[in-house]
């Protein structure tokens, strides 16, 4: 039976490579300590991650690590999402040989596909495994609430939805009223609205790993009831936030900078081709880093 007790904080983690494009292992590995230390109760390996930029063997290595420094005290979710039904399901099952607690998939993107096929592909993956899957609704391959709660009830293993195509709240809400206890909301999307998403039932939130303390915090600040509290921090935080929701990938450039400043990293290089913020993006970066008192953890 699938694993439905997930909750809390599960940041995605980056991507830490070198000049060249190699993947920096070690550093990996101290981002999941990173990550420990911030008190997360798991992290992902997904888009965020550059996931889509590794080949197949960089994927199973970078999973192998992340599970291994792990150790056990804390979840990692595998995103095995790919274009047909029969890639998504070996991926899966690499994922459960080597350690993943679960995976995450999303519809594949293929323009004019027939909702009844992007069921049946979800319904298939699912079948082929014990492990939960989170669906991931995005932009570009959004699934409908419909869809999701449909999908909750045929299968016990899609149990989990991350909910990201804007306005996330609305979509929270509708949802939680199609699926009731049968799917396990969390949020994405670099915290846009993450109080609004756990106003509405949210049951923990998949965001960049850069302020992953900021969010466990808030994240119990909101549990414990301090609602205010929660929100006040939150939105301390948001002029950093905004900077690291940039598209075009340079989201990676700021969020990797803000984990090089925090002494995870020793470089901040996406694999490329990845936009670079302009320089005044940096100074910036700079000045919020100083203002809010952003530090190792």
């Not at 909101?222 to 690291?244: C, H, R, T």
Request: charged share 25%; with cysteine; aromatic share 8%.
């Amino acid at each position: 039976m699938a694993d439905h007790t997930f909750s809390g904080v599960f940041p995605i983690l980056q991507m830490p490579f070198d000049e060249e494009g190699q993947v920096l292992y070690e550093e990996l590995r101290a981002e999941v300590e990173y990550a420990v230390r911030g008190g997360v109760h798991g992290v992902g390996i997904a888009y965020g991650s550059e996931i889509n930029k590794l080949d197949d063997h960089e994927r199973d290595q970078v999973l192998s690590a992340v599970v291994d420094q792990a150790g056990g005290r804390i979840k990692v979710v595998m995103n095995t999402g790919a274009p047909s039904t029969v890639q998504t399901v070996h991926y899966t099952r690499v994922a459960r040989v080597l350690g993943a607690d679960a995976v995450m998939i999303a519809a594949p993107v293929i323009p004019g596909i027939a909702a009844s096929l992007v069921r049946q592909h979800f319904l298939d993956v699912a079948e082929s495994t014990d492990l939960p899957i989170f669906m991931q609704d995005m932009p570009g391959a959004s699934l409908a609430p419909a869809m999701m709660a449909d999908l909750s009830k045929a299968s016990e293993n899609l149990c989990y939805a991350k909910i990201e195509t804007l306005p996330t709240p609305s979509r929270f809400t509708e949802t939680r009223e199609l699926a009731g206890e049968d799917l396990s909301m969390f949020g994405g999307a670099n915290g846009v609205f993450f109080i609004e998403e756990m106003r509405r039932g949210a049951k923990g939130t998949m965001q960049g790993i850069a302020l992953c303390d900021v969010v466990r915090k808030t994240w119990d600040a909101f549990q414990a009831g301090d609602e205010i509290a929660a929100e006040s921090m939150w939105n301390l935080y948001q002029p950093l936030v905004k900077l690291y929701t940039l598209g075009e990938g340079q989201l990676y450039w700021v969020a990797k900078e803000i984990l090089r400043r925090r002494g995870v990293f020793t470089q901040a290089n996406p694999r490329l081709p990845a936009a670079k913020p302009d320089a005044e993006t940096f100074r910036e970066l700079d000045a919020l880093i100083e203002r809010l008192g952003v530090a190792p953890i």
